[in-house]
């Protein structure tokens, strides 16, 4: 016996309805397939209701060859940043090209990459860990907020320092123009930020009331004959790179963004940005520098 189905008014037999059914859930499914995806929000800004009209932290890393940092470095953050409820995405800004690092350019890579979504960035070293649970990472509505004072960083103790960790929050850190992108190798881009926040009349704030020392207050996961620092300097780098620099910032800063992902460790999203630096050689030929002429051994 065949059965038969009354469709919008139309008799059917049980096998054509079945046709039209799997053909009208295929071109829903094409349908839906066409359907442009919106980008992803940063899954960890799961936003409770304590953290709801906080402002959200983008923590900037500038990172090359610091995975097993990173491995530490991600937990880590998400245990001491939870704590506090605020609302922060890890997004490591990856320097793939050959040029020399240069953690100036990519931190205002990740703040132009950041700044629509979020209200205040850290550059924050990979290798630094807070681990007072006193260091808070708030808003820094009056001024640019050294997490790493000299006072207890583990390794730099001069006044002006303000590397390691710094939260600044947006309209700060386009004042000053962002950072240089004269700086090839290590050191120095962070005294030139202090001149720049010292210039537009910034005063940097430091934590209070924290009573761990230089030896207590962070993990500085650094072996310096393992994770060599690049301290070579050439052409006329030492020269130009002594003076405050009136010239780059965020609006020069050259790049090309060759991918992002979205990745976890141990199940906590951070989002990679892989970036190449392009390097104007006429300006800054320091980016990279000659090898040493090799001294031949006597046989
Ligand atoms: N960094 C990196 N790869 C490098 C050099 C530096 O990822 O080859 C990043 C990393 O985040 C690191 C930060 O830049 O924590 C500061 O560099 P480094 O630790 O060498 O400086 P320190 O403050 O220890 O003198
Ligand atoms: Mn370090």
New binding site residues.
Partial sequence: MVRTIILMGYKFSSSKCLIICLGFTFLMGCFIATLPIPPPEPQNLRLSSRTLDKKKLAII??????FE?LLEFVPHMYKFLGKQHIPFHIFVI??KDVNR?N?ASLINVGFLYTKEKYEYIAM?????LPINDNLKYSYPALGPLHISSPQTHP??HYDTFI??ILLIKKEHFEMVKGMSNNYWG??LEDDEFYVRLKDAGLKVIRPQNITTGTENTFK?I?D?SY?K??MRKCYNQREVTRHRDRITGLHDVSYTIHSTHSVAIDDLPITVVNVELLCNKTATPWCQCPDPPKVKKNS
């Fill in positions: 890393v500038p990172f090359r060859d610091r940092e990856q320097q690092f953690r924050h070293d990979v290798d630094l390794k730099y590397g390691g290590w050191g500085h650094h310096k994770r620092r690049d």
